[in-house]
């Protein structure tokens, strides 16, 4: 059982930058697979960065490739993401998820166990 709590959303201006931060209590950080996902509004929720339990894999969104990067610091219990070169198109609740199970990346919502509350990022034009 693991808790998951997001912060660092916002508002940017398009090109700009910003990382967001999950952190985890509860259970072993270590244990898990993580991933991002956002929801915009009327859409539904959408894969974004997968990092497995060591931080040696990760795979992306095709539309976030190059411009994010998920990370994650297991002494600190927290998956991070950060973001670049943001576009309008990237404004959404961004939400991170957590998988004891995994052993190769998915993409999935339905892949992953627990969930955080969300964190808002707005990126205007």
């Known amino acids: 059982q693991v808790q998951l709590v997001e912060s660092g959303g916002g508002l940017v201006q398009a090109g700009g930058s910003l990382r967001l931060s999950c952190a985890a209590s509860g259970g072993t950080f270590s244990n898990y697979a993580m991933a991002w996902f956002r929801q915009a509004p009327g859409k539904e929720r959408e894969f974004v960065a997968f990092i497995n339990r060591n931080g040696y894999t990760t795979n992306y969104l095709d539309s976030v490739q190059g411009r994010f990067t998920i990370s994650r610091d297991n002494a600190k219990n927290t998956l991070y993401l950060q973001m670049n070169s943001l576009k309008p198109e990237d404004t959404a609740v961004y939400y991170c998820?957590?998988?004891?199970?995994?052993?190769?990346?998915?993409?999935?919502?339905?892949?992953?166990?627990?969930w955080g509350q969300g964190t808002q990022v707005i990126v205007s034009s």
């Open positions: 998820a957590a998988s004891r199970y995994l052993s190769v990346p998915r993409t999935l919502s339905s892949d992953f166990d627990y």
